[in-house]
């Protein structure tokens, strides 16, 4: 959750050792326990990617500048907690929170950085919205969701099959 310029510093910092930044080596497998260590700090000064998390209205105040830090490479928007700092959680078809949401994402195409959100309710019609919305990064339903939504399906499948059957 990234609502300032001075924590889209921070989290720039937090994943780019120094002089970039300021992540500590802490020698692991991921450097072959020190063994790599160079090869592995090249690939993650090449390779590291930043994309902030937009959850809130005051995030949306501070977008531009936001995503204007250097090494912030894009953003995804969290929409219940977004909704919830307008006092409209879950509220997504609120056309303010429709305004808002959509102002997040004119500015994030103003500054050509890819941006995202979450699609909580797992539904392909939306999804598809979102994608030639233009959205890149899609964090699609989460596992209970999918596990309730399937569950209705299969119930209602269920009931309608029986009702044709004869006896």
Do not use: C, W
Request: no cysteine; aromatic share 8%.
């Amino acid at each position: 959750m990234v609502n300032t310029v001075e924590q889209a510093k921070a989290a720039v910092a937090s994943v780019h050792y120094p002089p970039k930044g300021q992540r500590g080596v802490g020698l692991a497998r991921a450097q072959g326990y020190g063994v790599d260590f160079d090869n592995y700090q090249r690939r993650a000064a090449e390779e590291t990617v930043v994309i902030v998390q937009i959850e809130s209205i005051t995030a949306l105040e501070n977008l531009e500048a936001i995503l204007a830090v250097d090494g912030v490479d894009g953003y995804i928007v969290g929409p219940y907690d977004f909704s919830a700092s307008m006092n409209l959680a879950g509220q997504f078809e609120n056309p303010k929170v429709k305004e808002a949401l959509n102002k997040v994402q004119t500015l994030g195409a103003k500054s050509g950085k890819p941006g995202g959100t979450h699609l909580v309710e797992p539904d392909p019609v939306k999804l598809r919205q979102l994608i030639e919305q233009g959205h890149r990064f899609i964090a699609y339903g989460v596992d209970f969701r999918m596990l309730d939504v399937s569950a209705r399906i299969g119930s209602a499948f269920s009931r309608t099959a029986r009702s044709g059957v004869r006896s």
